[in-house]
């Protein structure tokens, strides 16, 4: 069994910043692409970002509200992958979640794409 790891949330003012990472001990992440998902209370679960494996071609996704604003990057070197998280709104609060797929498709990510999950890293954005 897979287990992603993120780690990197917390209580943060608006405009603030965050870094959250997702690793996977014992399981390399370069060959699969890893998206980052969060879930407001009483909300749906929504994708924020996808980068593709270091094998593919082709371009990050971010969901409109927050380009500009955050950018999914890869370390292979550290197993990682970090979501940075600049100028952070009240309505970014969540639990974010990294997952990984064999793609990051087209347009909005579909949850039923990706396979492995990590636990869930809570960010809140709150003066």
């Known amino acids: 069994q897979v287990q992603l790891v993120e780690s990197g949330g917390g209580l943060v003012q608006p405009g603030g910043s965050l870094r959250l990472s997702c690793t996977a001990p014992g399981f390399t992440l370069d060959l699969y692409a890893i998206g980052w998902f969060r879930q407001a209370p009483g909300k749906e679960r929504e994708g924020v970002s996808c980068?593709?494996?270091?094998?593919?071609?082709?371009?990050?996704y971010y969901l409109d509200s927050v380009k500009g604003r955050f950018t999914i990057s890869r370390d292979n070197a550290k197993n990682t992958v970090y979501l940075q998280m600049n100028s952070l709104k009240p309505e970014d609060t969540a639990i974010y979640y990294c997952?990984?797929?064999w793609g990051c498709g087209y347009g909005p990510l579909a949850q039923s794409d990706f396979s492995f999950w990590g636990q869930g890293t809570q960010v809140t954005v709150s003066s």
């Open positions: 997952a990984t797929a």
């Open positions: 980068i593709l494996s270091t094998t593919s071609v082709g371009t990050t």
